[in-house]
Every structure is written in structure tokens, then in C-alpha cells.
């Protein structure tokens, strides 16, 4: 019997419809449009006004997506993942309310939280239980609701991120389809530059903590750009030489979507001279952390062919990154 390797079969997106433009926040803070985009290539992002929405209402409705298109009966899923920085409470797995909510009432399923890597560990523990021969279909559901701990006042870190959800469906190939190869890693060093400091057990929230805003995400964004920089192209090549890919071979490069310039500087050391190769939707969505991988999936979708080599890669708060090399397994 041929190996049983992982691959993606569906891919399913939401967004909330409120578009806060850079014009917007110009009105919010002390930024401007011109310096955004030179910075960052952000030109908008989506938000999720509902009061009484979680991140669970954004990976429901990037499900729901997902199983309408493929005609999937969700009694089907064996499993769900659910990447989350933003889960709806602490306690009380938001994976397990969303397989409910979708019907998936034979999967059983968990979260995983790793920043903005989320999403791509999350593929990669998916990939695992179906390689196993034991799961069939395990759904991974990525997704952010950023804007509840973004504070509206700091420009240093309310211009970056909006909201989103993302959903991939991953079964058995026998052709050599799906994962190939991934180079994972994490260094602990990065939670002094990337943080939420309160709400947690080291900081349990009080008045003060709320009055100081450290429920909020705090960035030192130069230490985190060069880090990010520097991991993720590494990563890239790595992933590019285990494999003997050339940039020939690369047919397109899905990597998180946090700054254009850290994307650029990736596909630079990739050699990947073909721009169109770099997808990129970060001026539509900022940095949505969870979703930024399913999402310009969902975009591209229609690009991709059966058997084209692509390479996720990703760069988040820890520090954890890495990358994945796999091989896509439909026309659409
Ligand atoms: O997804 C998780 C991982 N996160 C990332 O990968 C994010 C990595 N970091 C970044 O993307 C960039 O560091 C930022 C986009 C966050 C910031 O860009 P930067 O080029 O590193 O800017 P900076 O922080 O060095 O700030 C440069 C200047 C400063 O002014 P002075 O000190 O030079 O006078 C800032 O005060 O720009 C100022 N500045 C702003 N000006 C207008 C900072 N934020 C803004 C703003 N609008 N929103």
C-alpha cells in the first residue's frame, strides 16, 4: 500500500463586512495613508463590529463556507482544529462550541494557539493524525478576532491588524499529494517584544491592569521585524533545500501576511524573481494572525493547479515560525 500522506481537498473564508481604511484611522490616531503603506502595504482591513460576535462567529462562517462549496457533510469531520490567538473565552475550548455549531458532532476537536504561526502548526498537527491512517477528514479553522485586543489608541499596533477566519480541509492522498516536508521552530526570547501582558496567570486582570491597557497586544516592532525578517526567509530556504526546489520549481508562496516589506525580503532570499508568484493580500486584510494563511488560499484558490509545489511559511509572537512545502492536490 502506497504511503498515506496529508492533503488539502476544500478551502473555505469569511470576513466581516466593516472596512477600516488608513483614511479612517488618520481620524483615530496620529498616522497618515502614505506612511502605512510604505511601512506596512496595508491599505485596509476588515473588523467585526458585533458586540456579542467572537472569533467562533468568524471561523463558523469560514466552515459553513467551506462545507457549501465542497457539499461536505460535516457528521463526516472526525476532527477540528482551531487555530486561535483571540479565542472566544479562556476556558472553554471555542474549537469545541464551533464543531458543534457546524454540525460536526462525531468530530472531537481542540485549539492551538501559537500567535501567528497558529495556522501553520495547526497544518502540520493535522497533517500528523491523518498520516496516522486513522482520521479521515480533520478540519483546521484559523481565525481572529484581533480588534478585541487592539488598542485603538496606539498607532504603533492598531494599523497592523484586522479580523478574518480561514478554514482548510485536509484527507488521505495515495498519489503523493499534500504535505511534503515542514521546518517548524520557536524561540522563547520573543515574549519580550511581543505580548499581551495582563489576563493571564502571571498577571491576572485587575483594575490596574486594565487602567495601564496591558489587556492589549504590546509590539517593539523593530525587534520583531528584524526577527521576523531573518526567521522566515531562513525558514523558506531551509524548506527550499531539503527538498532540492529550485525557485523554478516554487510555484507560489503563501506566507503570513504581517508587513509587505517582510514578505518582499522572503521572496528575495527565495530567489523568487516572479512577483506573481508572491501572493499577497495584506492591503485588503492588514495581519488577521490565524487567518492570514486560509485566507489567501481562499483568494487564490482558483490559481492553483493539481501537483504545484507551494511553500507556506510564518513569523509570530513567542517567537514561533517555519515553514511547510506542499504539494496542492485539485483544480478548481
Ligand atoms: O505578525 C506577528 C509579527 N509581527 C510583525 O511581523 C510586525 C513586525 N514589525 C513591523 O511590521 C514594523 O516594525 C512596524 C510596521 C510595526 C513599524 O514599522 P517600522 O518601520 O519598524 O517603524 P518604527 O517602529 O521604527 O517607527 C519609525 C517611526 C517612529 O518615529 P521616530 O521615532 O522615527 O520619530 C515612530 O514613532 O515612525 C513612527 N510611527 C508612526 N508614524 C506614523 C510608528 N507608528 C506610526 C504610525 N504612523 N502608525
Not at 502614505?34 to 463590529?49: H, M, P
Not at 493535522?126 to 481572529?144: N, P, Q
Not at 521552530?185 to 491597557?213: K, W, Y
Not at 509545489?309 to 485539485?330: D, H, L
Amino acid at each position: 500500500m502506497s504511503k498515506i500522506t496529508a492533503a488539502i481537498t476544500a478551502v473555505g473564508a469569511y470576513v466581516p463586512d466593516y472596512v477600516l481604511t488608513n483614511q479612517i484611522l488618520e481620524t483615530m490616531v496620529d498616522t497618515n495613508d502614505e506612511w502605512i503603506t510604505t511601512r506596512t502595504g496595508i491599505k485596509e482591513r476588515r473588523i467585526l463590529k458585533d458586540k456579542d460576535k467572537g472569533t467562533s462567529y468568524l471561523g463558523i462562517k469560514a466552515a459553513e463556507d467551506l462545507i457549501a462549496k465542497k457539499g461536505l457533510d460535516p457528521k463526516e469531520i472526525d476532527m477540528l482544529i482551531f487555530a486561535t490567538a483571540t479565542p472566544d473565552l479562556p476556558v472553554a475550548a471555542t474549537a469545541a462550541y464551533t464543531a458543534s455549531k457546524i454540525g460536526a458532532v462525531n468530530a472531537f476537536s481542540y485549539d492551538l494557539q501559537a500567535a501567528c504561526s497558529s495556522f501553520l502548526y495547526a497544518m502540520s498537527t493535522a497533517a500528523r493524525y491523518i498520516e496516522s491512517g486513522r482520521y479521515k477528514k480533520v478540519l483546521v479553522v484559523g481565525a481572529d478576532k484581533m480588534s478585541s485586543i487592539i488598542d485603538y489608541t496606539d498607532r504603533a499596533t492598531c494599523i497592523i491588524f484586522g479580523d478574518g477566519g480561514g478554514a482548510v480541509l485536509f484527507e488521505p492522498n495515495e498519489e503523493g499529494l499534500g504535505v511534503q516536508d515542514e521546518y517548524l521552530r520557536t524561540d522563547g526570547i520573543g515574549r519580550d517584544f511581543l505580548r499581551i501582558e495582563a489576563g493571564g496567570s502571571l498577571l491576572p486582570p485587575t483594575e490596574e491592569t486594565v487602567a495601564n491597557r496591558q489587556h492589549f497586544v504590546h509590539q517593539d516592532g523593530k525587534t520583531v521585524f528584524k526577527y521576523a525578517v531573518s526567521n522566515m526567509a531562513d525558514a523558506s530556504v531551509k524548506i527550499m533545500e531539503r527538498n532540492n526546489l529550485t525557485n523554478e520549481d516554487v510555484n507560489w508562496l503563501i506566507a503570513h501576511q504581517a508587513n509587505k516589506r517582510i514578505i518582499d525580503a522572503t521572496a528575495k532570499r527565495m530567489n523568487l524573481t516572479d512577483e506573481s508568484k508572491v501572493l499577497m493580500n495584506i492591503h485588503r486584510y492588514g495581519n488577521t494572525t490565524s487567518a492570514t494563511l486560509p485566507l489567501l488560499l481562499s483568494d487564490y484558490e482558483k490559481k492553483f493547479k493539481k501537483g504545484d509545489n507551494i511553500v507556506f511559511a510564518s513569523f509570530g509572537g513567542g517567537f514561533t515560525w517555519g515553514s511547510m512545502y506542499v504539494k496542492w492536490a485539485y483544480n478548481s
